[in-house]
């Protein structure tokens, strides 16, 4: 499992766009964790699904609210993971209005919750492999903190408390 001081894997998220710019076309693109993390400090925070109730009603609202908190925390940009494919994070992005505060990106395959150990099996609920629920503060590519939830639980990943080890 990774902890602080690890590199994050290296691998490639989705992100949807909904206008071409900035190298960008419209629809699916990919993210390059390792270039996108190169020389900036991540709010990082991933949870089981799009549009699940927690995740919805507490998780994603609670980052997009403490968007100037965290630039001013020395935060470059915040991203939401979840393992679905980029058109559900699209949806969804549109949905909690995330656009300009918070990256919605897609780990459609579980391929970086694989690869950091943050796996979810929900498959007895219909969901199959998930993410974790858990926050982490990434500088220049390193996890500088980590905050990983109990099964059920929302206490920890919280914006309040990555925000909090933001400013330390």
């Keep these: ?3 602080v001081g690890d590199t994050l894997p290296a691998t490639v998220l989705m992100e949807f766009s909904e206008v071409d710019g900035e190298g960008c076309s419209i629809g699916p693109n990919p993210v390059d964790v390792a ?3 190169a020389g900036k400090t991540i709010a990082l925070f991933a949870l089981p699904g799009a549009f699940t109730p927690t995740c919805s009603a507490k998780h994603v609202p609670g980052y997009v609210e403490n968007v100037a908190a ?3 925390a020395g935060v470059d940009e915040i991203w939401c993971l979840s393992v679905n494919d980029a058109f559900v994070m699209g949806a969804w992005a549109r949905d909690q209005k995330t656009d300009g505060k918070v990256r919605m990106l897609a780990d459609g395959s579980a391929a970086f919750a694989q690869a950091t150990g943050l796996t979810l099996d929900l498959t007895s609920r219909g969901m199959g492999l998930r993410s974790n629920r858990y926050s982490m503060l990434v500088k ?6 980590l905050n990983i ?4 639980k929302f ?6 408390t990555l925000l909090a080890q933001a400013k330390a």
């Excluded at 220049?140 to 903190?145: I, L």
């Excluded at 939830?149 to 059920?152: D, T, V």
């Excluded at 206490?155 to 309040?160: K, N, Y």
Aim: proline letters at 4%; aromatic letters at 4%; glycine letters at 12%.
């Design 35 to 37: 270039k996108a993390t």
């Design 70 to 72: 965290f630039k001013a």
């Design 149 to 152: 939830e109990g099964p059920g």
């Design 140 to 145: 220049d590519g390193k996890v500088a903190a």
């Design 1 to 3: 499992m990774i902890k």
């Design 155 to 160: 206490e920890v990943s919280d914006a309040a």
